[in-house]
């Protein structure tokens, strides 16, 4: 992507990263959430996180290409068992980075 | 306890936010150093760390990019990532609306998960005062400071990093570390699993469609959870008032 449209990207999401932030203060009074959307919108994050996560611990390579004994696995299942237990960003980073480095030493 | 100026509750917002930056600044880091790994300059990283003022959506948009996704895709799905913040600004409208522009645009510009998350129960019971909005803005702009700062500090470690360090793995840790201790019950738990199953067996769909899909998966398999959740809990209540 040309530098002049990854600048365009950045100001269209910042526009309206900025519109989502304002709504409801500009115009409150005027603007209901349907209550559906609202229960909707609390399963966003779980759902596109989760939509994040797993491809890219699954397939290292970036696209559809299952590799055998990838260690980003066990590492990323360790990580997630830190972050459920703890809560803490900086521990989970820690330790997931450090299995990972660890079973690559391993295998080589 | 309210406060008896707008620059005391500004002040006890910004050290109310203090403890908070153990978890913001690797975050930081990581985004400033993936920012420059991928090729940008300096300037453009910091521009887009600006512009955005969201952590999850600019990891999520430098991964898009970085996989030749379709800029359109990469907005929509940045912006959907996003939608949480119209829930808070629902939320803390009451107390700000009021307020002139040169307070509500840069008001709302900082509204970040952790400024929203430090004021939105205090500001509800009404114990901060009238200076409410001061607390609210001294939050906010601790957090802004906090995280912008690191970012640029990432930028400029970025190229000192050996490729061999796996860097790129932080990124779906730091989306993992988010995303485990958001699940508070079974129906995002499901919506979770559901949207991570459909995202990995539809990771070949060209255009970044597979993420979109997968989202919208997860999304409905929650709604539908809840849903039946809270019929089954209606059954049961029923039950139990025929047997007595």
Redesign the interface.
């Known amino acids: 992507?040309s530098?002049l449209?990854?600048?365009?990207?950045?100001?269209?999401?910042?526009v309206?990263?900025?519109a989502?932030?304002?709504?409801?203060?500009?115009l409150?009074?005027n603007?209901r959430?349907p209550p559906?959307v609202?229960?909707?919108?609390?399963?966003?994050?779980?759902?596109?996180?989760?939509?994040?996560?797993?491809?890219?611990?699954?397939?290292p390579e970036?696209?559809?290409d299952f590799v055998l004994g990838n260690p980003?696995i066990p590492?990323?299942v360790l990580?997630?068992l830190v972050?459920?237990k703890t809560?803490?960003?900086?521990l989970?980073?820690a330790v997931?980075?450090g299995a990972?480095?660890g079973l690559?030493m391993l295998m080589h | 306890m309210p406060y008896p100026s707008g620059r005391a509750a500004f002040g006890a917002g910004v050290r109310a936010l203090l403890p908070l930056t153990?978890?913001v600044i690797?975050?930081g880091l990581?985004t400033g150093v993936m920012a420059v790994k991928m090729g940008?300059s300096p300037t453009?990283a910091i521009?887009?760390t600006?512009?955005?003022?969201?952590g999850?959506?600019q990891m999520?948009?430098l991964?898009l990019?970085q996989?030749g996704v379709l800029?359109v895709a990469?907005?929509a799905?940045?912006?959907?990532?996003?939608?949480?913040?119209?829930?808070?600004?629902?939320s803390?409208?009451?107390y700000?609306?009021a307020l002139p522009r040169r307070w509500?645009?840069p008001?709302?510009?900082m509204?970040s998960d952790q400024a929203y998350a430090l004021c939105v129960l205090r500001l509800s019971s009404g114990e901060l005062g009238r200076y409410g909005y001061h607390y609210y803005a001294g939050t906010a702009a601790a957090m802004w400071l906090a995280w912008n700062l690191a970012v640029v500090a990432g930028v400029f470690l970025g190229g000192s990093i050996p490729e061999s360090?796996?860097l790129g793995?932080?990124?779906?840790?730091?989306?993992?570390?988010?995303?485990?201790?958001?699940?508070r019950n079974i129906?995002?738990?499901v919506?979770?699993?559901?949207?991570?199953?459909?995202?990995?067996a539809a990771?070949?769909l060209p255009y970044n469609l597979?993420?979109v899909t997968?989202?919208?998966?997860?999304?409905?398999?929650?709604?539908v959870t809840?849903s039946l959740r809270r019929k089954a809990s209606q059954a049961d209540y029923r039950a139990e008032g025929e047997s007595q």
Request: proline share 5%.
């Open positions: 992507m530098d449209a990854l600048w365009g990207l950045f100001l269209a999401v910042g309206g990263t900025f989502l932030r304002l709504s409801f203060v500009e409150y009074g603007l959430v559906l609202s229960r909707a919108l609390a399963y966003v994050p779980a759902s596109v996180l989760a939509a994040l996560v797993l491809p890219a611990v699954v397939y970036g696209h559809g980003q590492a990323a990580a997630a972050a459920w809560r803490n960003t900086v989970t980073l997931g980075m990972l480095w690559k | 153990p978890g690797p975050f990581v940008m453009m521009g887009m600006l512009l955005f003022y969201s999850s959506a999520v948009a991964q990019i996989g800029p990469i907005v799905t940045a912006l959907i990532i996003n939608l949480r913040f119209i829930m808070y600004s629902a803390l409208a009451p700000l609306h509500t645009w008001l709302s510009y509204l360090w796996s793995f932080t990124i779906p840790l730091s989306f993992l570390a988010l995303l485990v201790p958001g699940i129906p995002a738990l919506a979770a699993i559901v949207g991570g199953g459909i995202a990995v990771v070949d597979g993420l997968a989202s919208i998966g997860g999304v409905v398999a929650g709604v809840e």
